[in-house]
């Protein structure tokens, strides 16, 4: 029988509600962060159950909370990952974004998706343990940083570089990334993560030129927007790794004879041909199974009819992880060179990944299965980057996921009402807490059969 058969998990919704109307109402907005508040809540709660925490920081104002879980220390821990801070609210609100509005069943404020519900369903599930006195096989540690929203140089990334060491006693971490979709044909997939694309960000220049615009131009404007445009027009590399044809065959039971057969087999030549084809069609098959290029920034000229002497573009260029940083610099190089425009790199963070066919991903395929709206699981690329990169780099395996379901396409995550149904926070907080009781209960050694 379940640990939590005795759970009444409407009242643990409830409670875990207010929770995170309460949490939504400390203003995070990072800059400046001040995340000291937000951190002292979270602390207050866990001692109510007998959790104790401690604070880890860089900067007074800015402190990052640990709490840990005891367990028998079998296992190294089990780490929760989130980040109390968030984007600024922006324009465009129907409710005050820090006011934990809760309307219609649904709480609204910065911060509802991204990433203060799953820190409450994080929180739910270490006190749901502590308050059943659930014997556990390793440690379970929540964490909640500072400053991810800016690159976690007060959060993760000093954490990682100036802890290290105490990570070197954990093994795997959940944190953000992942999600449900709801997608337009009315079916729902969950999409745990278990990679995250890296970030190469080029700038383009040239100078030369100038003079009166009626001479006609082909000046530095001119040259870059041409690198630009051949750069856009080229077909990007599709690139077809061991997870996405574990995808692929896992489509192949709800697709139509003879898709079914195609989808079945993704190493002959005419699926790859086929998803090739669509991935250069299809945004978000692009996003996953591509490296994406954006230009972000253009800049020449300061005058209607004066030729500009120099421009300068942008390019924001997201590395799959099966792509190389060399090979994506080359091929914007080759482009530019032919124009006689420079490239610069100007920030590079690699892409990281955690093997999928580990207990843990078997537990969140299993429990997300049995527990959430639908039973089709996939382990996903995750587009963007969190922090769970840092802790990659450290030796950890990270996976990703929020346990809500979100409407394909809707854009609320950093955008104006952000907003969780309190439905899903209760069911979020009941698949967590399965998680969470089953990674940590579980004897690693056992199951292998060493
Ligand atoms: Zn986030």
């Not at 079916?187 to 960000?201: D, M, R």
């Not at 537990?363 to 382990?379: D, N, S, Y």
């Not at 979100?406 to 907080?429: A, K």
Request: proline share 7%.
């Amino acid at each position: 029988m379940s640990v939590f058969a005795d759970i009444d998990w409407r009242e643990v919704g409830r409670e875990a509600g207010e929770v995170l109307a309460e949490y939504l109402r400390i203003d995070t907005t990072n800059p400046p962060g001040n995340e000291r508040a937000a951190m002292e809540f979270l602390a207050a709660l866990l001692a109510r159950d007998g959790v104790e925490s401690e604070l880890l920081a860089q900067d007074p104002a800015r402190p990052n909370l640990l709490a840990r879980l005891r367990g028998a220390g079998r296992e190294p821990a089990l780490v929760l990952l989130h980040h109390a801070d968030v984007v600024p609210a922006g324009p465009g609100w129907s409710v005050e974004p820090f006011a934990g509005v809760e309307r219609d069943g649904w709480l609204w404020g910065r911060g509802a998706l991204d990433c203060k519900s799953l820190g409450v369903m994080h929180l739910f599930a270490l006190r749901l343990l502590a308050r059943l006195e659930v014997p556990l096989e390793r440690e379970v540690w929540l964490l909640s940083v500072s400053d991810e929203e800016r690159g976690g140089g007060a959060g993760a990334q000093w954490l990682c570089r100036e802890h290290a060491g105490l990570f070197s006693e954990a093994s795997d971490l959940l944190g953000e990334g992942g999600v449900g979709l709801q997608m337009p044909n009315g079916e729902s997939l969950w999409l745990p993560s278990y990679a995250e694309k890296g970030i190469l960000w080029l700038e383009l220049s040239a100078q030369g030129g100038g003079g009166h615009a009626a001479l006609g131009g082909s000046g530095p404007a001119e040259r870059v927007a041409r690198v630009l445009a051949r750069l856009s027009e080229k077909a990007p590399e599709v690139f077809i790794t061991p997870e996405a044809e574990r995808n692929l065959r896992s489509l192949a039971g709800r697709a139509r004879f003879p898709l079914s057969l195609l989808l079945s087999r993704p190493r002959s030549p005419l699926t790859r041909r086929l998803v090739r084809s669509a991935a250069r069609k299809n945004e978000w098959a692009r996003t996953l199974m591509c490296t994406t290029m954006a230009v972000t920034s253009l800049e020449a000229g300061a005058a209607e009819n004066q030729l500009p002497t120099s421009c300068r573009a942008i390019l924001d260029c997201r590395l799959h992880p099966a792509d190389r940083r060399e090979a994506c610099l080359a091929r914007v190089a080759e482009e530019a060179s032919r124009e006689g425009v420079t490239v610069r790199e100007t920030l590079y963070a690699p892409p990281s990944r955690s093997p999928v066919d580990t207990p843990l991903f078997s537990i969140l395929t299993e429990t997300l299965r049995r527990l959430g709206p639908t039973p089709h699981v996939a382990p996903a690329l995750f587009p963007g980057t969190t922090d769970n990169r840092f802790f990659r780099e450290l030796g950890l395996c990270c996976y990703g996921l929020l346990p809500v379901m979100l409407p394909f396409g809707q854009h609320e995550v950093h955008g104006p009402d952000e907003r969780i149904e309190r439905s899903q926070l209760e069911r979020g907080c009941r698949i967590m807490a399965e998680i969470v009781h089953a990674a940590a209960t579980a004897r690693r050694s056992q199951e292998s059969g060493a």
